[in-house]
């Protein structure tokens, strides 16, 4: 989905394309190759018609825009013959969420080094499934002592492993994406201001609902998740300030049985809408099937769990990828300082990093148009492009946040509460043994009931005592399903 919603391809640009620059003259006999200059910053009307016109759409022109902002200064760098970068993922590309969005975004990195420097030879690697919460993966030492020019990790429990290897091979540049520890000079952290789609899908959500008590399907509470759940909140409390939002965890990022079970204990509560922040579809088709609605979070979720899901808010990780990546062929990584502070990445709305899908046809025009209209009042001002966290707020303990001053980005990477609507169950786990060795389960009906199904070919699961995950067979070995141990071949 690499054009935004309602954002077609538009015809040629209003002015033609800046003319080439004129022939250089041959270098005397014997002298040194002049370095290779970057293209010249064209002007974005014609940015805008030219990236448009191939095949990464729209959101590649606000990579090439954040790369016009930060790093409009240039003028020349030497582009080696080879780019070489490894990422990372915590579950497998074709999870329609998280992974898959940050893969989108690297072949959109992928596509824009091209297009700028052609005859630079582009090589991307990555490793699917490595748990967040497992002992250092050797990839990130592999990839460091292989000379890759950067090494991301997308997943939180990634940072301190990734500091330590860091730390040993200073040629190679590491981001971190959602960490907060800029370590050495070789290490920063990365992340896109989705707090503020998660706004209006907050505000989308409780103009839709019927009870007026929503719920929110929590992850691992840290600052990233915590950030963005309370953006939904304050939307909907905009849009309706007596709502109710019930808010429970399920401690992992991807635990689908949890998901399930969370999410038919929160229709319970008479939840109508229910925001799914967890990295999986499995929220979402549980709430269908409890003839409940959702929106969603990292993808479009639509395309897979149908029109209950509202709304999505996106990432488009190439407008982040793409400039750390400039900035490493141009060996400037370790001096970059953003709005963030030093080595902190963190692009939003305004150059396309964050956004907002097209709404189901169960969001009635007239709720579409006050989402617009919130969209036109709140996207613009404030400290960083937005006001979402302009106003007074109060938590759910009753603590004064603000007064309505805007919230610098230090309190917002380090946020702990959540606005005083939301009430918070903590985290709630499956009760007692459910599915046994090799098998895992899933949520369908509410109140709720449990299937064990078995594991897939090449997967296991060994946990007896709860429902848990299958998880993929290591390298070298198989299974043939239903199994709770991998064979070697």
Same mark, same amino acid.
């Given at each position: 989905f690499l054009f935004p919603p309602g954002e077609p391809p538009r015809g040629p640009p209003a002015f033609p394309p800046p003319p080439p620059p004129p022939p250089r003259r041959p270098p005397p006999p014997g002298a040194a190759p002049p370095p290779r200059p970057l293209p010249p @910053? #064209?002007?974005i009307s014609f940015l805008r018609w030219s990236m448009l016109s191939r095949c990464c759409g729209q959101a590649v022109f606000a990579v090439v825009v954040l790369w016009w902002v930060v790093l409009g200064s240039w003028t020349t760098v030497a582009v080696p013959a080879v780019f070489r970068a490894g990422f990372v993922y915590d579950s497998t590309t074709n999870d329609m969420g998280w992974s898959w969005k940050h893969n989108q975004g690297v072949v959109?990195?992928?596509? $824009?080094?091209?297009? $700028?420097?052609p005859s630079l030879q582009v090589e991307t690697a990555y490793k699917q499934s490595v748990p967040d919460n497992a002992p250092c993966d050797p990839i990130f030492t592999t990839w460091a002592s292989k000379g890759f020019d950067l090494v991301v990790g997308t997943s939180f429990g990634y940072q301190d492993c990734m500091i330590s290897v860091a730390a040993r091979y200073p040629n190679t540049m590491f981001l971190h994406i959602s960490g907060y520890k800029t370590a050495t000079s070789n290490f920063g952290v990365g992340y896109e201001r989705l707090y503020q789609p998660m706004y209006l899908a907050g505000y989308t959500a409780a103009l839709v609902s019927q009870t007026?008590?929503?719920? @929110?399907?929590? #992850?691992?509470? @840290?600052p990233q998740s915590i950030r963005q759940m309370a953006a939904w909140v304050l939307g909907a409390m905009a849009a309706r300030p007596n709502v109710t939002v019930h808010v429970a965890w399920t401690g992992s990022?991807?635990? @689908?049985p949890v998901e399930g079970f969370v999410?038919?204990?929160l229709h319970s509560l008479n939840v109508d809408v229910v925001n799914i922040r967890t990295a999986d579809v499995e929220g979402h088709l549980v709430a269908n099937r409890n003839g409940m609605m959702s929106t969603g979070f990292s993808s479009d979720f639509r395309m897979v769990a149908g029109e209950s899901?509202?709304?999505?808010a996106t990432y488009n990780w190439g407008a982040l990828y793409t400039p750390v990546a400039l900035l490493v062929l141009n060996h400037t990584f370790a001096e970059y300082v953003g709005p963030a502070g030093v080595r902190n990445w963190w692009p939003g709305w305004d150059v396309g990093a964050s956004a907002l899908t097209d709404f189901s046809f169960m969001v009635p025009p007239a709720v579409a148009t006050q989402v617009e209209e919130e969209t036109r009042r709140v996207m613009h001002g404030g400290l960083h492009g937005d006001t979402v966290f302009c106003r007074p707020i109060v938590d759910n303990t009753g603590q004064q946040i603000t007064d309505g001053t805007c919230l610098e980005d230090s309190v917002l990477l380090s946020m702990t509460w959540l606005p005083s609507t939301a009430v918070d169950h903590g985290q709630w786990t499956l009760p007692g043994r459910v599915c046994g060795v090799g098998t895992y389960g899933t949520v369908f009906l509410s109140p709720f009931s449990i299937s064990c199904l078995p594991c897939p070919p090449g997967t296991m699961s060994a946990n007896s005592d709860t429902v848990s995950q299958c998880v993929g067979c290591p390298s070298g070995t198989f299974s043939m399903g239903n199994a709770s141990q991998c064979t070697e071949m």
């Open positions: @910053i #064209p002007s959109q990195m992928h596509t $824009m080094l091209l297009e $700028m420097f007026g008590v929503l719920g @929110i399907l929590g #992850p691992v509470p @840290i990022w991807n635990d @689908i999410v038919a204990q899901v509202l709304v999505s």
